[in-house]
């Protein structure tokens, strides 16, 4: 199936560094989200962007909605230990269905 | 709010049986639900869109014979993978979809179920 570009594909970061991740896209998305995986578990909702050009945070994330609205980036200010895991972005290209991106490995080193 | 269940967590058969898996939305309604499969280090691959009360909706490659989805209610769906064999041993994630407000084309999802068929 379909799968959106993420880049990077993993990324070793030191703790208290800011972390940014992107996710493009060839056709037009009406909503993008981003969400977390641990090991094991169902990806968790971290942020969800409905209008393009939209800056939405939570806590110490990011997320931007792109103007051309076929991609989107997401941002980890001072990361710490637990930022550990696989992020993923979403798109809807219509209203329901999920195309997910690739993920990006993310590791925390204290 | 919005959370979403299933069971079991993990499930060990022997090769030729079938396997059930629940998905539950316990604090909110779901009309809408999906099941993915994930592989180990890929991303979730959707395997069909569940609504309740009809039939589901299949992604392009995925057995519909293999991968029985029922929507009996509107905060259950069942995946059963019928005459389980090696390669169908996977991680299982459902997710639901809530309507709420702004919200609607949010998906919330389960924990996942790790199957695997010796």
């Known amino acids: 199936g379909q799968q959106l570009n993420q880049s990077p594909q993993s990324m070793f970061i030191q703790e208290g560094e800011d972390v940014s991740m992107n996710c493009t896209s060839s056709?037009?998305?009406?909503?993008w989200l981003w969400y977390k995986q641990d090991p094991g578990e169902g990806p968790v909702l971290l942020i969800a962007?409905?209008?393009?050009?939209e800056l939405t945070s939570n806590g110490r994330l990011t997320a931007q909605f792109g103007i051309t609205r076929k991609d989107s980036f997401l941002n980890i200010s001072a990361s710490i230990p637990s930022d550990v895991g696989i992020y993923f972005c979403?798109?809807?290209?219509?209203?329901?269905?999920?195309?997910f991106g690739t993920g990006t490995r993310l590791k925390v080193l204290a | 709010g919005a959370v979403v269940s299933q069971h079991p967590s993990w499930v060990i058969c022997k090769s030729g049986t079938s396997v059930k898996i629940e998905c539950r939305s316990l604090?909110?309604?779901?009309?809408?639900m999906f099941w993915y499969r994930q592989f180990p280090k890929q991303s979730l691959m959707l395997m069909a869109t569940?609504?309740?009360?009809?039939?589901?909706?299949?992604e392009q490659g995925v057995e519909k014979d293999k991968f029985l989805i029922n929507h009996a209610s509107l905060t259950l769906s069942t995946l059963t993978v019928t005459s389980a064999h090696p390669e169908d041993s996977s991680f299982y994630i459902c997710?639901?979809?809530?309507?709420?407000?702004?919200?609607?084309?949010?998906?919330?999802f389960g924990p996942g179920t790790r199957l695997t068929v010796l």
């Open positions: 056709s037009i998305f009406n909503t």
């Open positions: 997710s639901a979809r809530r309507l709420a407000g702004d919200s609607y084309n949010e998906q919330f």
């Open positions: 979403a798109g809807l290209p219509g209203t329901y269905k999920y195309i």
């Open positions: 962007l409905y209008k393009a050009g």
């Open positions: 569940s609504n309740e009360g009809s039939k589901a909706t299949y």
């Open positions: 604090d909110f309604q779901a009309t809408t």
